[in-house]
């Protein structure tokens, strides 16, 4: 039997599906799996493109912050320089403005200065349009900026090592030194508050003048007071600090360069040119800080003799070590120092303090000379009669043994020594002798006559008593204790500029070596050593970051 439906048929009689059947198909589409590997995967897809995005957004900001960071701190840095005439706040924005970042929004630069510091702090922002996380609802990202400067200059210790040696008289380049070096000292001492900045200058030729107020406070031999200079090892120019309770040789006072003849009893000025120098400029100056009386010593300076850059870096280094600092005291309860100094000098690492050499010379180190022990003390073999201003040499010989110069003959005794002078003959010590006589003259002109009357000649006294008679160090010697005392000083952290002023190649070239870097050098000539100066001390004043 048939079924008939009625109304109008959807399905041929053999399609028509059943309830069953629909609800079969129902549930296998339910269980069928094939297609969601294909919805996740476009989920996740998405999930990554967005991540990217945002990594995209922001690289960008991080890019744009890191620009504006740099230029914000490139901007503050110049605007703190204590030297920029222009208002720090025009200096920022001309910097951004530069830079090309003009949707920058700057604060207000904040602004603090005084006599030795200027202080800038700035704050800014700029917008940037995100490319990706606005569909995220994020528009917009701001990078910020936060940059500070300081320029202070709570104190700064210099010595200044100068060249007096002989050919510093060539071509005025001492008269060019003069204002130059006036001009520094004004300079520094400006940049801060009366006090802050003390010079000390060290004057050199063949030696270094320590000057009797120093060097007392230290443990040197007395063989005379004439001067007051120091003979160095080649070990003490790997050490800054100088002990005061170590025994020190002091430099024999003699005259290698002249034929000066002093008047009796001797004088310490009497030489015109002792390797020790005494004319009035030459001493140290120890931690000056009024700019009147550092100017009056550099117009002092007098120029002779030969060249030691590595003494002058000798002293320079101590005067800065802070080992030095129970000598600067006891110089300040002398009165020989001003009591603004007191704790100078500071220890290396003391912060805000500047530690700087300034070193020139005009030539190269040349040689160095020094009595030897057996005529450095002790008596000699000159006989001085005041009375008749007569001088008699004794040499040991077959018969008379006393020379005099008075009558070119020998005779039993010094002249003086007899009954027809009213005094007595003065057996000359060596300190005595040597501020008496310049070693050229005592060779020459005592010593020469003695030789020939006893049958030898003048070239063999004036080969024992001249050629051969000093101790002396070389010039290849002596760079290389200069090379040893600027490692010393470098690192301790000290700042070292230097100066060839007109200088040989190896002077140029020690110079070069001993300075801080290459830019901390300079090749000046004639009145541009002013320039140098006038560089150095622009280049001083220390800048870093704050913030």
């Known amino acids: 039997m048939s079924m008939i439906f009625k109304g109008r048929a959807r399905y041929p009689d053999h399609k028509a599906p059943t309830r069953r059947g629909l609800r079969r198909w129902l549930c296998g589409f339910r269980r069928d799996e094939s297609g969601v590997i294909i919805v996740f995967s476009i989920f996740f897809l998405l999930i990554i493109l967005m991540v990217a995005g945002i990594g995209v ?147 050199y030729n063949t030696q270094v003048n320590a000057g009797a107020a120093l060097l007392q406070h230290y443990d040197v031999s007395t063989e005379h007071d004439y001067s007051h200079c120091v003979d160095f090892d080649d070990a003490d120019f790997s050490s800054a600090s100088l002990s005061t309770t170590a025994p020190l040789q002091r430099t024999g006072h003699f005259d290698y360069f002249t034929y000066a003849s002093g008047s009796w009893p001797p004088e310490a000025d009497d030489l015109s040119s002792p390797v020790c120098p005494t004319r009035a400029g030459t001493e140290i100056t120890v931690f000056e800080t009024d700019p009147a009386a550092a100017r009056e010593k550099i117009d002092a300076l007098t120029a002779y003799g030969n060249t030691s850059i590595d003494l002058g870096m000798k002293w320079a280094m101590t005067l800065l070590d802070p080992g030095t600092r129970g000598v600067v005291s006891d110089m300040i309860a002398d009165g020989n120092v001003h009591p603004d100094n007191s704790g100078r000098p500071v220890d290396y690492d003391e912060p805000n303090v500047l530690k700087v050499i300034v070193v020139m010379t005009d030539g190269q180190n040349t040689t160095q000379y020094m009595l030897p022990a057996d005529r450095r003390e002790g008596p000699s073999d000159i006989w001085y009669h005041p009375g008749t201003d007569t001088v008699s040499v004794h040499m040991p010989r077959t018969g008379p043994e006393y020379f005099w110069l008075s009558d070119n003959a020998w005779h039993d005794d010094p002249r003086g020594n007899h009954t027809t002078d009213p005094d007595e003959a003065i057996r000359l010590s060596y300190p005595e002798l040597w501020a008496f006589r310049s070693v050229a003259q005592n060779a020459r002109y005592q010593y020469g006559p003695a030789y020939s009357a006893n049958g030898s000649t003048h070239g063999a006294a004036w080969s024992d008593w001249y050629s051969t008679l000093p101790d002396t160090v070389s010039g290849p010697q002596k760079d290389i204790r200069l090379q040893d005392a600027c490692g010393t000083a470098k690192s301790n952290d000290v700042m070292i500029y230097a100066i060839g002023f007109e200088a040989t190649p190896n002077g140029n070239a020690q110079l070069r070596d001993c300075a801080s870097s290459p830019s901390h050098f300079f090749d000046a000539e004639g009145v541009d050593i002013s320039d140098a100066f006038e560089a150095i001390a622009a280049s001083i004043a220390q800048l870093r970051l704050t913030q």
Request: charged content about 25%; hydrophobic content about 45%; cysteine-free.
């Open 57 to 203: 957004d922001l690289m960008r900001f991080e890019m744009t912050r890191t620009r504006l960071q740099a230029t914000l701190d490139r901007a503050v840095l110049a605007a703190s320089d204590m030297q920029q005439p222009r208002d720090p706040a025009e200096v920022v924005e001309d910097y951004l403005d530069t830079a090309g970042l003009r949707d920058v929004a700057l604060d207000a630069p904040n602004v603090s200065s005084g006599v030795n510091f200027r202080m800038v702090d700035a704050s800014a922002s700029i917008p940037m349009r995100t490319q990706f996380m606005h569909m995220l609802g994020v528009n917009e990202l701001t990078a910020p900026a936060l940059a500070g400067a300081e320029e202070r200059i709570d104190g700064i210790e210099i010595a200044l090592v100068l060249d007096i040696s002989n050919s510093m008289n060539w071509n005025d380049r001492l008269v060019n030194l003069r204002p130059a070096a006036r001009d520094f000292i004004d300079t520094v001492m400006a940049l801060t508050e009366p006090g802050h900045v003390a010079v000390s200058i060290i004057p």
